[in-house]
């Protein structure tokens, strides 16, 4: 079992930025594709960027340019750099762990963005 667990959530400014973490439980993270997704009231939830074991990353055309996704396999640790934040981008961010046919959540942190 995978306990995943995200942070860096909160209330950001329009324009402003925020960096979320992922701590992972687990010894092999670096074999582990990771992925950020988020939900936002009334919505089904949708991709945001995506990481893969070897380190290749993809990024949903909607916040492509103002997302960064990385992972520390020392720190067993997935980030998501979020920078020019809009309301539009206040959801719940979700974590997500996947391994051949293995898939593990988070909880989720909440972002959003007000003045």
């Known amino acids: 079992q995978v306990q995943l667990v995200e942070s860096g959530g909160g209330l950001v400014q329009p324009g402003g930025s925020a960096r979320l973490s992922c701590a992972a439980s687990v010894r092999t993270f670096s074999m582990y594709n990771m992925g950020w997704y988020r939900q936002a009231p009334g919505n089904q939830r949708e991709l945001v960027a995506v990481i893969t074991s070897g380190g290749s990353t993809n990024y949903a055309d909607s916040v492509s340019g103002r997302v960064t996704i990385s992972r520390d396999n020392a720190k067993n640790t997935v980030y998501l750099q979020i920078n020019s934040l809009k309301p539009e981008d206040t959801a719940v961010y979700y974590c997500?762990?996947?391994?051949?046919?293995?898939?593990?959540w988070g909880q989720g942190t909440q972002v959003t963005v007000s003045s």
């Open positions: 997500k762990a996947q391994y051949g046919l293995m898939t593990y």
